[in-house]
C-alpha cells in the first residue's frame, strides 16, 4: 500500500510510523521474553510504558502534528492501562500505580499542550525549554551522580535530584522502581503537585504567554 | 548460622487465628465482606439473581481467645446473605500445640521470579484499541476518548497475579504424634482450602487480608499481605501427612551425627549414608529438640515441599508406610 495514498505525503507516514514506534516501544516490555522479563524484576511496567510518550509528545512540531497529543494520549492509555494491570497483579499497591499513571497523563498532556501553544506561535521559547525539560535535566542530573561517583551524600547529589525530579522524563525513569519517581508523592492525586508535574505545567504557561504576545504583536 | 538463628526467632514471633464461618448467598451479589475479627475477609464473586452458593470461609480472628461458635456477620449490598448458625469453627490455642512442633525454623522466602505476563486477549485488545484510535487520527480528541475507553476496558480484566513460589514444610513428631502443614509465600499464599490455622506474617505488622476470587471450582482462597513473607500453620492428622517419595533426605541419630541418605523410595528400607554428602539446609535443622533422632527430607514432585520428623525416624514416619 502506497502511504502517500493514505496519508497525504511521506511526512504524515513518518509521523504515524513514530507514533506506532513509540506505541510499540511503549508495549515491548508486557511481551519480553521470559528471561529478559524477569531480568527486569519488579520494574513497573506502568512507568516503562509512559517514558516513549514523555519523550515524544513534546517533540517540537508544526502543523497537524503538533496537535495531536490527544492522539498519543489515546495510544498510550490501553497500554498503560495493561501495564498497570501487570504492576498490580505482581504485587504494587494500587496508590503506587495510579500515581504512575496520573503523573505520566498529567505530563504529556501539558507537554502536547505546551506544543500545542508553541505551533501557535511563542516556538522559540518552547523548543529550548523542552529540550531543557527532557534532555538537559536528565543528562545533568546524570552527570552530576556520575561524578559523585556513586557515594552520594555531596552537594552534587541534591543537585542531581533536584534536576531528576523537575524533568517528568528523568521522573518517569526513576518511577521504574517501585515507590519512586511518581509515586515519591505519596497519595495519588497529589503527583499532581510533584515538582516534574508543575515544571510540565510552568512549560506549558510559558509557552502559551509567549505564543500570546507574538499573536498579539503580528 | 546466623541465619537459622534468625529464623528459628521468626518462629518464636506472634501468630493470628484463622477460624472458618459457613456461609449462604444468594445472588444477585457483586462482592461482599465477612467481618469477624481483626480484618474483613473479602468475598469478590459475582452471582446472578437466585443463585446461591454455600461454602466455608476463613475469617481472621483477634488474638484473644474467643468463644464458639466464630461470630461474623456480612457487609457489602448481598440480596441475602448469612452465616450459617452455629457453623464457626476456632483452630484452637495455639499454646495448645507442641513446642517442639511450632518452635521450628521456618523456611526462608524468595521473592517470586516469575513475572505476570498479559493474555493473548489482552494482546488483541490493545492491537485493537491501536486499529481503532489511529483509525480516527484526524480526529485526535476522539482518538483520545476511544483510547481512554479501550483503558477501562483493559482495567475491569487485568492479568492474572501469580502468587510468588509456595514452600511447605510438613512438621511432624513420629508416626502416631500430631502433624503440622506449614506453607509459606511471600506477598500472596493460596490457601487449599477454608480450613482453620494459624497465620504468621513478617513483619508481623503487615497488613493483610483474606479474599475468595473466582476460579477453580468453588473459588480460591487467598491470603494477601504485599511484600510481606506469609506462613500458615494447618493441624494435620497423621493419616494425612501423605506418602511420598523422598528426593533427598537426611537423618540425625540420637547422638546428634547428621547423615544424608540420598533418595529414599516410599516402602523401600532406610538408604545406607552417603560418605560426604551435603548437610541440610541450615533453616531445617534449626529449633530441633536434641537427643532424638531426626528425619528430613525433600519431597520428590513439583514445588517445594519439605518433611522435618522428631522421633521413629528409622522407618517409622507416615511417609515411610
Redesign the interface.
Given at each position: 500500500m502506497n502511504p502517500r495514498a493514505v496519508t497525504g505525503g511521506p511526512v504524515r507516514a513518518g509521523r504515524?510510523v513514530v507514533?506506532?514506534g513509540a506505541?510499540g516501544l511503549s508495549?515491548a516490555p508486557?511481551?519480553l521474553p521470559d528471561s529478559a522479563?524477569?531480568s527486569?524484576g519488579?520494574a513497573s511496567r506502568c512507568a516503562l510504558a509512559w517514558i516513549p510518550w514523555i519523550a515524544l509528545v513534546g517533540l517540537p512540531a508544526g502543523g497537524r502534528a503538533a496537535?495531536?497529543?490527544?492522539?498519543a494520549?489515546?495510544?498510550?492509555?490501553?497500554?498503560?492501562?495493561?501495564a498497570?494491570?501487570?504492576?498490580?497483579?505482581?504485587?504494587?499497591?494500587i496508590a503506587s500505580l495510579l500515581a504512575t499513571t496520573l503523573g505520566g497523563a498529567w505530563a504529556v498532556a501539558w507537554l502536547g499542550e505546551a506544543r500545542c501553544a508553541a505551533a501557535r506561535g511563542g516556538a522559540r521559547f518552547f523548543a529550548p525549554l523542552w529540550l531543557l525539560l527532557i534532555g538537559g535535566l536528565p543528562a545533568l542530573a546524570a552527570a552530576l551522580a556520575w561524578g559523585e561517583g556513586g557515594g552520594g551524600g555531596g552537594a552534587g547529589s541534591g543537585l542531581a535530584e533536584t534536576c531528576a525530579r523537575l524533568s517528568p522524563l528523568a521522573t518517569g525513569w526513576r518511577s521504574v522502581r517501585p515507590g519512586t519517581g511518581f509515586a515519591e508523592s505519596g497519595l495519588g492525586w497529589s503527583v499532581l503537585l510533584a515538582p516534574s508535574s508543575l515544571a510540565c505545567l510552568l512549560l506549558w504557561m510559558a509557552t502559551a504567554i509567549a505564543a500570546g504576545r507574538e499573536r498579539a504583536e503580528a | 548460622m546466623i541465619a537459622s538463628v534468625w529464623m528459628l526467632l521468626l518462629a518464636l514471633g506472634p501468630q493470628q487465628p484463622v477460624g472458618t464461618v459457613e456461609l449462604r448467598l444468594v445472588g444477585p451479589l457483586d462482592g461482599a465482606a465477612v467481618e469477624a475479627g481483626s480484618a474483613p475477609t473479602e468475598l469478590r464473586l459475582e452471582l446472578a439473581r437466585g443463585e446461591i452458593r454455600q461454602f466455608a470461609a476463613p475469617v481472621l480472628l483477634p488474638d484473644a481467645p474467643l468463644p464458639l461458635p466464630v461470630a461474623a456477620r456480612l457487609s457489602g449490598a448481598p440480596a441475602e446473605a448469612q452465616v450459617v448458625p452455629g457453623s464457626g469453627r476456632h483452630p484452637g490455642l495455639w499454646s495448645e500445640l507442641s513446642p517442639t512442633l511450632v518452635g521450628r525454623g521456618l523456611p526462608p522466602l524468595v521473592e517470586g521470579t516469575e513475572p505476570a505476563r498479559p493474555g493473548a486477549l489482552h494482546g488483541a485488545w490493545i492491537l485493537a484499541a491501536l486499529v481503532v484510535v489511529m483509525a480516527m487520527r484526524r480526529r485526535p480528541w476522539v482518538a483520545g476518548g476511544l483510547g481512554f475507553v479501550a483503558a477501562v476496558a483493559l482495567l475491569s480484566r487485568p492479568p492474572e497475579r501469580v502468587p510468588g513460589p509456595t514452600v511447605e514444610v510438613l512438621e511432624g513428631e513420629g508416626a502416631a504424634g500430631p502433624w503440622l502443614r506449614v506453607r509459606g509465600a511471600r506477598g500472596r499464599l493460596e490457601l487449599e482450602d477454608a480450613a482453620a490455622g494459624w497465620l504468621r506474617l513478617l513483619p508481623g505488622s503487615a497488613p493483610a487480608q483474606l479474599a475468595l476470587e473466582e476460579g477453580g471450582s468453588g473459588g480460591r482462597w487467598a491470603v494477601e499481605a504485599p511484600g510481606a513473607r506469609i506462613y500458615y500453620y494447618e493441624a494435620l492428622p497423621a493419616s494425612r501427612a501423605g506418602s511420598g517419595e523422598l528426593a533427598r533426605s537426611w537423618i540425625r541419630a540420637e547422638d546428634g551425627a547428621w547423615s544424608a541418605r540420598g533418595p529414599w523410595a516410599a516402602g523401600s528400607p532406610l538408604p545406607a549414608a552417603i560418605e560426604g554428602g551435603e548437610p541440610p539446609p541450615a533453616w531445617l535443622i534449626a529449633g530441633l529438640p536434641p537427643g532424638e533422632e531426626v528425619l528430613l527430607g525433600l519431597l520428590a514432585g513439583p514445588g517445594e515441599r519439605w518433611l522435618r520428623s522428631v522421633g521413629g525416624a528409622g522407618g517409622e514416619s507416615p511417609l515411610r508406610r
Amino acid at each position: 500500500m502506497n502511504p502517500r495514498a493514505v496519508t497525504g505525503g511521506p511526512v504524515r507516514a513518518g509521523r504515524l510510523v513514530v507514533l506506532v514506534g513509540a506505541w510499540g516501544l511503549s508495549a515491548a516490555p508486557l511481551w519480553l521474553p521470559d528471561s529478559a522479563a524477569a531480568s527486569l524484576g519488579d520494574a513497573s511496567r506502568c512507568a516503562l510504558a509512559w517514558i516513549p510518550w514523555i519523550a515524544l509528545v513534546g517533540l517540537p512540531a508544526g502543523g497537524r502534528a503538533a496537535r495531536d497529543w490527544p492522539l498519543a494520549l489515546g495510544l498510550a492509555l490501553p497500554v498503560v492501562a495493561l501495564a498497570a494491570g501487570v504492576d498490580r497483579a505482581a504485587g504494587q499497591p494500587i496508590a503506587s500505580l495510579l500515581a504512575t499513571t496520573l503523573g505520566g497523563a498529567w505530563a504529556v498532556a501539558w507537554l502536547g499542550e505546551a506544543r500545542c501553544a508553541a505551533a501557535r506561535g511563542g516556538a522559540r521559547f518552547f523548543a529550548p525549554l523542552w529540550l531543557l525539560l527532557i534532555g538537559g535535566l536528565p543528562a545533568l542530573a546524570a552527570a552530576l551522580a556520575w561524578g559523585e561517583g556513586g557515594g552520594g551524600g555531596g552537594a552534587g547529589s541534591g543537585l542531581a535530584e533536584t534536576c531528576a525530579r523537575l524533568s517528568p522524563l528523568a521522573t518517569g525513569w526513576r518511577s521504574v522502581r517501585p515507590g519512586t519517581g511518581f509515586a515519591e508523592s505519596g497519595l495519588g492525586w497529589s503527583v499532581l503537585l510533584a515538582p516534574s508535574s508543575l515544571a510540565c505545567l510552568l512549560l506549558w504557561m510559558a509557552t502559551a504567554i509567549a505564543a500570546g504576545r507574538e499573536r498579539a504583536e503580528a | 548460622m546466623i541465619a537459622s538463628v534468625w529464623m528459628l526467632l521468626l518462629a518464636l514471633g506472634p501468630q493470628q487465628p484463622v477460624g472458618t464461618v459457613e456461609l449462604r448467598l444468594v445472588g444477585p451479589l457483586d462482592g461482599a465482606a465477612v467481618e469477624a475479627g481483626s480484618a474483613p475477609t473479602e468475598l469478590r464473586l459475582e452471582l446472578a439473581r437466585g443463585e446461591i452458593r454455600q461454602f466455608a470461609a476463613p475469617v481472621l480472628l483477634p488474638d484473644a481467645p474467643l468463644p464458639l461458635p466464630v461470630a461474623a456477620r456480612l457487609s457489602g449490598a448481598p440480596a441475602e446473605a448469612q452465616v450459617v448458625p452455629g457453623s464457626g469453627r476456632h483452630p484452637g490455642l495455639w499454646s495448645e500445640l507442641s513446642p517442639t512442633l511450632v518452635g521450628r525454623g521456618l523456611p526462608p522466602l524468595v521473592e517470586g521470579t516469575e513475572p505476570a505476563r498479559p493474555g493473548a486477549l489482552h494482546g488483541a485488545w490493545i492491537l485493537a484499541a491501536l486499529v481503532v484510535v489511529m483509525a480516527m487520527r484526524r480526529r485526535p480528541w476522539v482518538a483520545g476518548g476511544l483510547g481512554f475507553v479501550a483503558a477501562v476496558a483493559l482495567l475491569s480484566r487485568p492479568p492474572e497475579r501469580v502468587p510468588g513460589p509456595t514452600v511447605e514444610v510438613l512438621e511432624g513428631e513420629g508416626a502416631a504424634g500430631p502433624w503440622l502443614r506449614v506453607r509459606g509465600a511471600r506477598g500472596r499464599l493460596e490457601l487449599e482450602d477454608a480450613a482453620a490455622g494459624w497465620l504468621r506474617l513478617l513483619p508481623g505488622s503487615a497488613p493483610a487480608q483474606l479474599a475468595l476470587e473466582e476460579g477453580g471450582s468453588g473459588g480460591r482462597w487467598a491470603v494477601e499481605a504485599p511484600g510481606a513473607r506469609i506462613y500458615y500453620y494447618e493441624a494435620l492428622p497423621a493419616s494425612r501427612a501423605g506418602s511420598g517419595e523422598l528426593a533427598r533426605s537426611w537423618i540425625r541419630a540420637e547422638d546428634g551425627a547428621w547423615s544424608a541418605r540420598g533418595p529414599w523410595a516410599a516402602g523401600s528400607p532406610l538408604p545406607a549414608a552417603i560418605e560426604g554428602g551435603e548437610p541440610p539446609p541450615a533453616w531445617l535443622i534449626a529449633g530441633l529438640p536434641p537427643g532424638e533422632e531426626v528425619l528430613l527430607g525433600l519431597l520428590a514432585g513439583p514445588g517445594e515441599r519439605w518433611l522435618r520428623s522428631v522421633g521413629g525416624a528409622g522407618g517409622e514416619s507416615p511417609l515411610r508406610r
